[in-house]
C-alpha cells in the first residue's frame, strides 16, 4: 500500500503508512469471488513430487492435481531426506517445542542448525521460527540506532518491499525518520544518502511477485556512502550460490561486514520450515541475541523445522544442490520458451501471466484447476488495481510435460501471451 | 514500556510508544552479566519429565538440571502422545510445511485442527505458527473497524499488556486512536468506554509475570457499553475449563458473540507448537481468512506442529485433562506453602520471587543452576529497574521433591521469602 499524507487540524503534516479499511473496501469483492469460485483456501495432501490430493476426506476420492503454487522451487519440500531428519529430530529429543524464550533454553540442535548455517553462509546466522518474525525482531534494532554506531538512521524502504517489512513502517517511525521510494529507485536512494549521515535502506532481494533488487547498485552507494543494507531474501535463498547462499548473499564479498543483514526462509528455496538471519559481526549477533523480540520470546522454530533444516544443509553441501539449481534452470527455459511474461529470460522460477480484469483472471485460474494445474490469481493490493494476473511457481521437480500441459493450458486462454522464440528463452544445452 | 511524550517543533503532541536504544541502554549492562553467568540462552536436551541434560556434546557429559523455565504447565511438551502425532503427521504427508500462503494452499490436517479445536472451545478457531503472529494480524483489522461495524474505535491497551500486543501500538495508532492505561484499571476503561462511542481493549488472561485480567468486570462493561475484547490468553489455555478451553474462555457464555476475540497458545499449558483465535462470528472468520496478514502469507503452522495439537485435542478430551489440572494445582499450593510471593494462593503456575537487586537475582539464578535447578531471572524491561526477581513456572510434571528441593534452595538464599502457614497455601485433600 502506498503512503498517504493528509494535513491535521494542527496543520502539521501527519503519514500515514497504512490503511486496512480502505485496502479492505477495494479488495473484498475480489477476494469473495476468488473464494466462491474455489480456488483459494484449497485444501490437500502431499503426494509425490508436484502433485496433491485435492480436498479433504477419502483419498481415494480426491483429484489429483500439478501445484504452481507452492514455493518449494528446488523441490526439497517433500524431500525423503528432509523428512527423515524432521522425525528423527523430534525422536532425539521426544519433543517437538520448548515453550520458553531463546534468551533462556534452546534445543541443543538449534545450536547446531546455526553453527552449521553459519558455516555455510560465511554470516553468523541466527534461526526464527518465521521470516516474518526475523523481520519483526531487526526492525526496532535498526530504527534504535544501535547497527549504526549509536546514531538513529534515517530508514527506506522500497514501495514494494514486502509486507512483513512494510508492516513495521508505523513502529519504525515512531523512533526514528522513514522514507519510501520509487522501486529500486536508485538515484532517489543516493539523494537521500547524499542529505542524511546515516541511511538504512530495507528492500526484498528476489521480490515475490517477480523481479529483484540491484544489488551491485546498492553495494555502490554502501561503499560510497556507509548506505546500511537489510534485504530479505525469502524467495533468493537456495537459488543462488555454491551451497546456496541466496541471490543476495553470493552478490556479498566472504565476509560480510557491519552494514549488511539478510534475511532469509529456511521453508520455500530450502524445503525445511522457518527463517534466518545473516549478520556479520559479533556485536550484531549479541545485540539480536539480547533484543530481537521474537527471540525473547517462545517462537524459536520447533524441533521439525531444525531436524528438516538440518537435512536440508546436507542436500545444499552435496552435487544435488547444483543438479537441482539447474533443473530448475531449464523448466524455467521451457515456460519462457513457450509463454511470453515480464520475466521471460531472467533467471527466477516466479512468472506473472497478466490479465487485467480481475473477474477474468478468477475465471482462467478456475479453468485451470478444473484441468488439474493450480496457479495463483493475483490482484489488488498484491498488485495495481486492473492489472490482475496469474502467478506460477515453476520448481525443479515439475515433470516437462506438466510445465508444457500448464503453458498449452495458458495460451488457450490468453493467446497473446504466446511466446516468440528469442535465444534467450532457449533451453540451455 | 511505558509511552513518552514529547512537544515536536510544531508545537503538537507527538506521543512516542517505543524507545529501543534507551531501553537498550539501561539494561544492556543486566543481559551481559546474565549471559557471562552462564544462566542465559542455555542449550539443553529433553530427556524424560522436567529434567534436560545442559549443555551440548555427548549426552554422557552433561548434567541433568530440572526445569522451572519453560511454560509447559501441564507437562505435556514430550508427553509421547503427543510427540508421535506429530510424527504420524509428518508421514501421512511425508512433508513438514508448504510455503505458501493459507489463503492459497492448506495441508487438509490443520482443517481438521480447526475443526476440532473450534467444537472444543465453542469459537471458529484459526491457527497460525505463533501466537505473535496471530496478535500481529488481528491488530490492523481491530484499527480498521471491521470488526466494530465498519467504525474506527478507539483502542485502549492495558499497560502491561504484553509486548506481542503493546508491539503494534504505533501500527493501530496509524489507523485510528490509541489509549494505554494503568494495569487493570476498570475505572478508567470505564470513563473511556462513556467517551468514545467504540473502544476495544486489548489485555492479556493470564499475566506472564503473574496476575490476571479482570474479566468478569471486564464483560459487564461489554454488556454495558458494547466494549470490544481483545484478550491473549497464551498463559491460560488448558490451564481452566473442563476441555482447558482457558482462564478467558471459561469465563465467557457458550456463545463467544460479536464483540470478543481470545488468542491461546497451542504451546505453553496445551503442549504443541503454534497460537490461535477463537473468534464469534462467520463474518468475522471470512475477514480474517482474507486478511490477517500471517495467514495470507507462509506462515501457517507446520505439519508437525499440527500433529502435535491433534494429539493434545485428544489428551484434552480425555480425563486425562483434569487429572493433570489438579496434579498442577497439588504442585502451586505445596510450593505456596513453602515460599511466599505476590501470588501465593491463586491458582496460576507463575510464581515471583522478589529480589531487588539486578547483581543479587543473577547470583542467585547462577546458584541455583550449579544445584541442578533451572529458573529464569527478571530483570529490566521485563519487570522495572531494581525489582529483579527471580520466576518460577511449576507444572503437572514436576515431581514433588523437586519443587521442596527448589524451595529449600531458594529459602536458603532468601530467607525473607519463608511462607508462614495458611488456609489458602496448604495442600488440598
Known sequence: MQQQSESSSAGRLIRHFRNTKYMINESRAFFDAAHAAGIMAVHGRSTIGRAFALGTGSLDSRSRVIDFVRCSYLGLDNHPAIVAAAIEAIQAH???????????????????????????????????????????????????????????????????????????????????????????????????????????????????????????????????????????????????????????????????????????????????????????????????????????????????????????????????????????AQRISIFDSLVATAEQGNSLPIRMISIGSEAKAIAIVGELLNAGLYTSVTFFPTVARGRAGIRVCITADHEVDDIERLCDCILEKVPDATAKPTPLASVPP
Open 94 to 328: 521426544w519433543s517437538l517445542h520448548w515453550s520458553c524464550a531463546r534468551t533462556r533454553l534452546n534445543f541443543d540442535l538449534l545450536a547446531e542448525l546455526e553453527a552449521t548455517l553459519s558455516d555455510m553462509f560465511s554470516a553468523r546466522v541466527l534461526a526464527f521460527s518465521t521470516v516474518m518474525l526475523a523481520n519483526l525482531g531487526a526492525m526496532p534494532l535498526l530504527a534504535s540506532g544501535q547497527l549504526t554506531g549509536g546514531c538513529k538512521p534515517v530508514v527506506v524502504f522500497d514501495r514494494i518491499a514486502h509486507v512483513s517489512l512494510a508492516y513495521h513502517k508505523p513502529v519504525v517511525a515512531d523512533e526514528t525518520q522513514v522514507e519510501t521510494i520509487a522501486h529500486n529507485d536508485i538515484d532517489a536512494l543516493e539523494r537521500l544518502c547524499r542529505k542524511h549521515p546515516l541511511v538504512v535502506y530495507v528492500c526484498d532481494g528476489v521480490y515475490s511477485m517477480g523481479g529483484t533488487s540491484p544489488i551491485k547498485e546498492l553495494r555502490q552507494l554502501q561503499d560510497r556512502y556507509g548506505l546500511f543494507l537489510y534485504v530479505d531474501d525469502a524467495h533468493g535463498i537456495s537459488l543462488f550460490g555454491r551451497q546456496g547462499e541466496g541471490f543476495a548473499r553470493s552478490q556479498f564479498p566472504q565476509v560480510l561486514g557491519d552494514r549488511t543483514i539478510i534475511a532469509a526462509s529456511l521453508g520455500k528455496g530450502f524445503g525445511a520450515s522457518g527463517g534466518i538471519l545473516m549478520l556479520g559481526t559479533a556485536d550484531q549477533e549479541d545485540l539480536f541475541r539480547r533484543y530481537s523480540i521474537p527471540y525473547a520470546f517462545s517462537v524459536a522454530p520447533n524441533l521439525a523445522a531444525v531436524g528438516a533444516a538440518l537435512g536440508s544443509c546436507k542436500i545444499h553441501r552435496s552435487v544435488e544442490l547444483s543438479e537441482r539449481q539447474m533443473r530448475l
